[in-house]
Structure formats: structure tokens, C-alpha cells
Antibody
């Protein structure tokens, strides 16, 4: 069974930092690209960042470029999001999500999600 | 960035109704569209990918169609478990974007 378990969320002051983790199990982690998707309280979904299966290619939404860094450890089957210079508008539940792959072809949709970890940026 | 506009924002329907949700892209995204269902306090669940491909394990009452700029998610006969919020997502180019969501409520 595919499992994604996020951790590391919490309350942080504006300008502070947090590091989110996502522990993956039940699949060959190093074969899948991964993403972080967030959801502000009562709002819709927003894709945040992507990392390729081998960890060499990363993309970010404009609002987090230069502040967030995505990374992965394919030995420890873990995904990370280092978040610096946090702002109130970064307050959200952060989900890690696995890319869809079927019949050997992968797409940039998300077929497995963690339960999410809440990040609250407030003084 | 290419925007995805969903309609309606809220939909009231009864069990057994046929329900259609529309997503319009601000420019062509070919068929690079997925649909998700989300229930309160839960992670989203993939229903449809590549505009019309049904994700494994998803009931056949869900279907997707469209290409270019207009896409639809149809539930052929609404069931009690289907009351939820639905999102479209385009993934033809970065940044990937979601529609604003459609909440399907009990009439």
C-alpha cells in the first residue's frame, strides 16, 4: 500500500523557517517524481513545487521562488521542503503528492497524497 | 500563467441526478487535465487523468471529456458518497494550476 506521511508543520513567526518532511513507503520511491501542494484554510489547491525522480530537476510556483527549496533522499525514501522567509500567506496545509504513472508512462497529475501537515505563519 | 476557471462554484443536486462540472482553460492545454474529489479534512483523490482516463478503482459513473480549452467532469448518477468538492488541474506546463473548485451539495 502506498503511504505518504508528512511532518514538520507548526506555528512559526513571519520571517521564520520550517522544514517539512514526507516519508514514503509501499512503492519504488526513486521511480517517481514528487510535488508539494498546499491548501490555505477554506481555500482551493495550489501546486507549490516539483522534483524529478532523480532529484536533478526542480520547479516552483512564483510566489515561493527564492524562499522554498525542494529536495529528496532516495536512500531514505523521503521528500523535503525547506521553507524560509515565511509569510502569513504561506499559512496552509501542505500535502506531498506522487506523480501518476500508468503502463510505464508518467503524467504530472497526482495519484497518491499524504494527509497533510499544517503550517501557520503568525506573530 | 494559464488559468483554469471552474463552473459552477456550488451545485445543489439530489441522489440519482446527472451532474456536470466544467473547467475552461485560458489557452489550450491539449488533454493535460486531471480531476480530483476532496472531502472535508481529507486529501484530494484522483478521479480522471489525461482529460478522459478513469483512474483505477474509481467508479464508472465518473467520466471526463474535452480537449483544448474546455473540459467536463460528469457524474452519471450522483451517489451519497459523491457529495464533495471537485477540482480540475492542468499540467501541460509549469506552473501547474488548479481550478477554484466546485462544491456539490445535497439538494
Amino acid at each position: 500500500e502506498v503511504q505518504l506521511v508528512e511532518s514538520g508543520g507548526g506555528l512559526v513567526q513571519p520571517g521564520g523557517s520550517l522544514r517539512l518532511s514526507c516519508a514514503a513507503s509501499g512503492f519504488t520511491f526513486n521511480s517517481y517524481s514528487m510535488s508539494w501542494v498546499r491548501q490555505a484554510p477554506g481555500k482551493g489547491l495550489e501546486w507549490v513545487s516539483y522534483i524529478s525522480s532523480d532529484g536533478t530537476t526542480m520547479y516552483y510556483t512564483d510566489s515561493v521562488k527564492g524562499r522554498f527549496t525542494i529536495s529528496r533522499d532516495n536512500v531514505k525514501n523521503s521528500l523535503f521542503l525547506q521553507m524560509n522567509s515565511l509569510r502569513a500567506e504561506d499559512t496552509a496545509i501542505y500535502f506531498c503528492a506522487r506523480a501518476c504513472c500508468t503502463g510505464g508512462t508518467c503524467y504530472a497529475c497526482f495519484d497518491s497524497w499524504g494527509q497533510g501537515t499544517l503550517v501557520t505563519v503568525s506573530s | 500563467d494559464i488559468q483554469m476557471t471552474q463552473s459552477p462554484s456550488t451545485l445543489s443536486a439530489s441522489v440519482g441526478d446527472r451532474v456536470t462540472i466544467t473547467c475552461r482553460a485560458s489557452q489550450s492545454v491539449s488533454t493535460w487535465v486531471a480531476w480530483y474529489q476532496q472531502k472535508p479534512g481529507k486529501a484530494p483523490k484522483l478521479l480522471i487523468y489525461k482529460a478522459s482516463s478513469l483512474e483505477s478503482g474509481v467508479p464508472s459513473r465518473f467520466s471526463g471529456s474535452g480537449s483544448g480549452t474546455e473540459f467536463t467532469l460528469t457524474i452519471s448518477s450522483l451517489q451519497p458518497d459523491d457529495f464533495a468538492t471537485y477540482y480540475c488541474q492542468r499540467y501541460n506546463s509549469f506552473p501547474w494550476t488548479f481550478g477554484q473548485g466546485t462544491k456539490v451539495e445535497i439538494k
